[in-house]
């Protein structure tokens, strides 16, 4: 039997379920409904599809110059910020690098396209304006390519191919035109559910005159006039700088985290646990938990705050009604898969167990304890 299958209730089922996936190539899940197996995986094995096809890339040229000359003035804004910037401007830099990453974690990412919870359109309002001063292309692209990354995960179908090498999956990706099976399979993806979002719509339509105000303009105006910081830390600091930050930092999750780490949860895909990754993407990088049950809407098994800042944001908007439907994953399933595929290093596991002794848990200490 593959490593990440079960056995299956009905063989001519399991039959008929492969024969579509050989069709479809399908190694990830995306949604919950997606899971054919008890504990969130697809009942085939996908190891033996995840891997690139060899070709000569076709590099872009326009992006390669353009990119370089983002680098070289995010260098250039970084001198400035530790010499020259006003306090203002680095504290403007670093609120708007906050907006924009949650506008890709809890905005783009968990909400647009992996349904892991429900807005209300004053905070779908707020998330799209965060990222829209992200730049990292209208959420509705996002979200499409996000699915296809998913759903044919290290295949030629995946943008950001992990098994082309940190490179490619870090920036190259950006550099060169897009395999043929990235534009197929994203064609073939239902998102219907992104069309019916005016907000998401009203942004894809009117992309190219609200993401330079927010992303570029507005960001090298506001410290100019707003308190006399010069042209040149307003342009290099608060908008390159800051923008470029951004980009790498949200890159890292698809190279770093796709390379180091423990991967407790499923020891035959590429994503990886980074506790690094996660604290400057505020959540994002518990990736071999976000691989193996995307829809989570925490992205990772706990809610542990200090590095996931996303899971915060949302839980603030859901105590006022703003979120909800929040999805989550049973402790039960989890733990049926760590036994199943993890590779050993699970270390939550623990308190309430059989092999915790009595003794040993009078030795816990229990903070905030509520009185019997």
Not at 223 to 236: A, D, H, K, Q, T
């Amino acid at each position: 039997m593959p490593p990440n299958a079960v056995s299956s209730p009905s063989v001519d089922q399991a039959l008929s379920a492969e024969e579509t996936r050989e069709e479809s190539k399908q190694t990830g899940v995306l949604f919950e409904a997606d899971a054919d197996t008890n504990d969130g995986a697809l009942d085939v094995d996908v190891v033996q599809l995840k891997r690139a096809e060899t070709r000569k890339l076709k590099w872009v040229w326009r992006n390669i110059i353009l990119f370089a000359y983002v680098h070289l003035a995010a260098l250039y804004g970084g001198f400035l910020l530790l010499t020259q910037a006003k306090w203002a401007t680095v504290a403007f830099s670093a609120a708007l690098y906050i907006m924009g990453m949650l506008g890709i974690t809890a905005g783009a990412h968990r909400l647009w396209a992996h349904r892991s919870y429900k807005a209300k359109w004053p905070m779908r309002l707020i998330l799209i304006v965060f990222n829209t001063i992200a730049f990292q292309d209208a959420a509705y692209h996002w979200a499409r390519d996000h699915r296809v990354h998913h759903k044919f995960s290290e295949t030629d179908a995946d943008p950001h191919n992990a098994t082309r090498g940190f490179f490619f999956s870090h920036v190259g990706w950006l550099l060169c035109k897009k395999h043929p099976d990235v534009v197929a399979k994203g064609k073939s993806l239902d998102l219907s559910d992104l069309r019916a979002d005016p907000i998401l719509m009203f942004q894809k339509r009117h992309y190219y005159t609200l993401m330079p105000l927010a992303c570029f303009i507005l960001p090298t105006v506001i410290p100019f006039y707003g308190w006399n910081e010069s042209l040149l830390c307003s342009w290099f600091v608060s908008t390159m700088f800051r923008w470029c930050f951004q980009l790498n930092m949200t890159w890292l999750v698809n190279s770093a985290a796709h390379k180091f780490g423990g991967r407790p949860y499923d020891k035959h895909i590429n994503p990886s646990q980074s506790p690094y990754v996660s604290a400057v993407t505020f959540g994002e990088g518990w990736h071999n938990y976000h691989h193996v049950f995307p829809w989570d809407y925490k992205t990772a098994e706990w809610g542990r705050y200090s590095l996931n800042m996303s899971t915060a944001f949302i839980d603030m908007f859901a105590k006022i009604g703003w979120a909800y439907d929040l999805k989550s994953v049973a402790k039960e399933t989890i733990e049926r898969r760590v036994r199943r595929t993890g590779d050993g290093t699970h270390e939550l596991w623990g308190w309430g167990d059989k092999d915790l002794t009595a003794d040993d848990a009078k030795l816990v200490l229990l903070v905030g304890k509520k009185q019997d």
